[in-house]
């Protein structure tokens, strides 16, 4: 299966977080699986480390640099067809733009989505398919 990780699950895989679900770290372990994150993902994150929201053991630029290396995960570059959706999903009750963002490449990608965010089930009537961490 192909699924996109949520900034928020892929925070809590770098702090090895037990807040992950069992069935959802089943998922995770599985070499089978593929794995991506939005290209937004990655603005996220320092945006978080700047301001102090999440913590590193490691400097954020190790960090950021053992994504692709040390768990295979592609990254899902912004592109129209993602944008396009992004306008109408903006209409709607959720109104994070990165969030936004997540969803759309989700459902233009054919991708299951992973993620904790309490708001995502909504988006299930444009065609997201999710898994609730």
Known sequence: MKYLLDTQIYIWILQDNHLIKKDVRIILENSNNTFF??????????????????????????????????????????????????????QTVHKDPADLLIISQAIKNNLTLISADGNFPYYRKFGLKLIEA
């Open 37 to 90: 994150l939005n290209s937004e993902t990655f603005r996220e994150i320092a945006i978080k480390y700047r301001i102090g929201k999440i913590k590193f053991g490691d400097k954020f630029e190790e960090v950021i640099s053992k994504i692709p290396k040390n768990f295979g995960i592609k990254t899902i570059q912004l592109n129209v067809k993602h944008l396009e959706l992004f306008a109408q999903l903006s």
